[in-house]
């Protein structure tokens, strides 16, 4: 099976500006956040981090999450040379050769 992020370049190109898409689905760090926005996609939801802190700490643990996704997104976006998250685009993202549709294909 191909993961959300491995179609979301694909479904980009599919809906062709028509509406925006957003990404919720094996978003784990602040760096699958910004794969996710140069990938294409309007808005990133992230859910099992934040249950985890939630289990864990309470109101506390969701927000030291949150604190830690933005920290990692910040590292990622400077890593990359960017200031502004509107400024992403694929060209950022090292994408393997058999990724995606095409290694499903017969």
């Known amino acids: ?56 700490d309470g109101a506390d643990g969701v927000h030291g999450v949150l604190e830690l996704l933005r920290r990692e997104f910040d590292h990622a976006m400077a890593v990359c040379g960017q200031t502004s998250a509107t400024n992403l685009e694929s060209n950022l993202i090292n994408i393997p050769y058999n990724w995606g549709p095409a290694r499903m294909a017969p």
Request: glycine share 10%; net charge negative.
């Open 1 to 56: 099976t191909m993961s959300s992020v491995e179609m979301l370049p694909e479904i980009v190109e599919a809906v062709n500006e028509n509406c925006e898409v957003y990404l919720d689905s094996g978003v784990r760090r602040g760096s699958d956040v910004l794969k996710a926005l140069a990938l294409g996609a309007k808005a990133v939801g992230v859910g099992r981090p934040l249950y985890w802190g939630l289990a864990n």
